[in-house]
């Protein structure tokens, strides 16, 4: 039996903030969306153009809270070729949140709140 990785999903308040962040941040672009028929959520699927995994931001309507993500002990890592160029690129967004140069690895923040881990190819 093979499985093959097919999306992750964040739930967001604000869909076109958390798709401009997504895009400028990590070069991700909407490959397809999902509205319920009665308008209560939206679907958004993110992509980089190159592979078939994808970042699905759920909007619901009817919610004005901010998510519980409890102690950020999740998170969506993903990989770069030019760490150096991400780092000061993710800086000058001000969205970094942790940097661990013995690992070499860093966390960016979305604007819900939600940690992804940058890590060198």
């Given at each position: 039996m093979k499985f093959t990785f097919n999306h992750f999903n964040f739930n967001v308040l604000n869909l076109e903030k958390s798709?401009?962040?997504y895009e400028k941040a990590l070069g991700l672009k909407e490959v397809r969306r999902k509205k319920a028929e009665d308008e209560?959520?939206?679907l958004v699927y993110l992509g980089d153009g190159k592979t078939d995994f994808t970042l699905?931001?759920?909007w619901?309507?009817?919610?004005?809270?901010?998510?519980?993500?409890?102690?950020e002990e999740f998170h969506l890592a993903v990989a770069t070729d030019?760490?150096?160029?991400?780092?000061?690129?993710?800086?000058?967004?001000s969205c970094i949140k942790l940097i661990n140069q013995s690992m070499g690895i860093y966390f960016i923040t979305d604007p819900d709140g939600y940690w992804i881990e940058i890590v060198k190819k």
């Open positions: 798709i401009m962040f209560s959520f939206i699905e931001l759920t619901m309507k009817d919610r004005i809270n901010p998510y519980n993500l409890g102690d030019n760490y150096e160029e991400a780092l000061k690129k993710h800086k000058e967004m």
